[in-house]
């Protein structure tokens, strides 16, 4: 019932989000790269490239796990495999963003992160209790 809503969210979260952090990482390089600094003795271009480089590399991870969810939403069912492993590694990235979100950022930052979160999980759990248990078939009975 909740299953392909919760994964077209998912989805749409997560392309939003891939845009998102590619975007905002380009834009650090841009300034480091502008400003013209160094810390510690670290070559700008180096940070600015790595920064833009970072950006692009997290952006089509999550870009990648929202395609599976997308996949998930379209043939409503459960993800497997490689899948799977997506959906469950960026659950667990956006745990540890959120707990870096509540000492860096604030708490609206955490609550986004945790509901992103929350609902990976959902749809995680929800495809879960799809499965139903496999009956060996019955025995015909002779009279």
Not at 24 to 44: E, K, T
């Amino acid at each position: 019932m909740v299953r392909r809503p919760v994964a077209w969210i998912v989805a749409v979260v997560l392309f939003v989000e891939a845009f998102g952090v590619a975007a905002v990482n380009w834009l650090l390089g841009i300034v480091v790269d502008r400003q013209d600094m160094s810390l510690a003795g670290l070559d700008p271009d180096v940070m600015s490239m790595s920064s833009k480089v970072g950006g692009i590399v997290f952006g089509l991870y999550f870009a990648l796990c929202g395609v599976v969810a997308l996949l998930v939403a379209l043939r409503d069912r459960a993800p497997a495999g490689l899948g799977r492993v997506l959906l469950i590694s960026v659950a667990v990235v956006h745990g540890l963003l959120g707990a870096f979100a509540w000492g860096l950022l604030g708490v609206p930052q955490f609550l986004f992160m945790v509901a992103v979160l929350a609902l990976v999980v959902l749809l995680l759990m929800t495809y879960d209790a799809q499965r139903e248990p496999v009956t060996p078939p019955a025995a015909p009975t002779t009279p």
